[in-house]
């Protein structure tokens, strides 16, 4: 059976929370990217670089705007308040799905080198649903951004939350995992965390992270450590159970304490009322951490439920 190629119609999406300073920059090599690829038949003409303005406060949405207006290639959301980067790309991805048949995802300030959509491209074409832009080095990023980021990755894979290393929100996504993405009501959704759990056929585009064109990070140290935060307690009941196991170690510890009071006790080397003091600290302590564990585990499956998560999504289907 002969193969038939069709043209695909990307969106690229964009998120912006005050990027006045970035914008026109980025822009422009936005648009010289989709025209090429358009001239080279990779994507369609009907192709766009949709920006999501994440409730800007500074002229971010007028400058969108006049781009809209100068040429119809650039198209634009506006968020009514400032909802986060994870809630601007989906709100993006949401859009693009109706409109396009793959979606690609970057931040505006060029630091995802927009080379790495070539290979994107090619990898959908092989067959990838799901796209994951890498970053094979950090050499541009200072320290306190290298170094929060790298721990990050390493306290999800201690919490057994299963994402993708070094890979941050540039991805591809083709529209049926959009769709699948879609299943996914829950209101603290983290894309990074989620995505790999979609299935789909998935693979990798490395690209060197650049420096910011212009404008400063909008992520503070502050709103790093509460999307990790948000990220643990949104994937992972591990807190939760390790507050049982150390309620577990503590109870056996306990035991051991009683024995060695008692031993103390009947050697006679305590004074009254000591042995009953130290051992019931510690039996106590041990019990109300225990109870606490199994409370928890309980908390953590009323919360898996109230999430409601698909149980399954469909990847073929032969009819
Ligand atoms: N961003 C957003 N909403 C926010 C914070 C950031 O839409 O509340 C956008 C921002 O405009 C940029 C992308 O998310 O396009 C990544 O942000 P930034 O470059 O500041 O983060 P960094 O690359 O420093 O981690
Ligand atoms: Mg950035």
Not at 42 to 51: H, N
Request: proline share 2%; aromatic share 10%; charged share 25%.
């Amino acid at each position: 059976m002969k193969k038939q190629i069709s043209i695909k119609t990307l969106y690229l999406v964009i998120p912006c929370y005050n990027e006045e300073d970035t914008i026109d920059v980025s822009a422009q090599v936005f648009k010289e990217k989709m025209h090429t690829l358009i001239l080279d038949k990779k994507i369609s003409k009907d192709s766009k670089v949709l920006f999501v303005d994440d409730g800007s406060k500074d002229k971010t949405w007028n400058l969108i705007e006049k781009l809209h207006d100068d040429d119809k290639m650039f198209i634009g959301l506006k968020l009514a308040h400032n909802a986060g980067q994870q809630n601007a790309l989906l709100a993006g991805l949401h859009f693009a799905k109706e409109h396009s048949d793959i979606a690609i995802t970057m931040d505006v300030d060029l630091q995802d080198d927009i080379s790495v959509i070539d290979d994107m491209l090619k990898q959908n074409m092989d067959g990838s649903d799901i796209v994951y832009g890498v970053r094979s080095s950090r050499k541009k990023d200072s320290f306190f951004k290298k170094f929060p980021a790298l721990s990050f990755y390493k306290l999800m894979h201690l919490m057994g939350i299963d994402i993708v290393y070094n890979h941050a929100e540039c991805r591809l996504m083709s529209r049926r995992t959009i769709e699948a993405l879609e299943e996914y009501t829950e209101v603290n959704l983290f894309l990074r965390g989620i995505v790999p759990q979609l299935g789909f056929k998935t693979s990798i585009a490395y690209y060197e992270r650049q420096k910011r064109v212009a404008g400063k990070t909008k992520y503070s140290l502050k709103k790093m450590i509460k999307l990790a935060i948000e990220c643990i307690t949104s994937f992972s009941i591990k807190p939760l159970t390790m507050i049982t196991f150390v309620g577990l170690m503590m109870f056996l510890v306990s035991l051991g304490m009683l024995a060695y009071c008692l031993f103390v006790k009947v050697t006679g080397n305590t004074i009254d009322g000591w042995t009953f003091i130290v051992s019931s600290i510690w039996l106590v302590g041990g019990i109300q951490l225990l109870s606490l564990g199994v409370i928890g585990e309980y908390i953590g499956k009323i919360y898996t439920e109230t999430k409601r998560r698909p149980r399954y999504i469909i990847e073929k289907e032969l009819n």
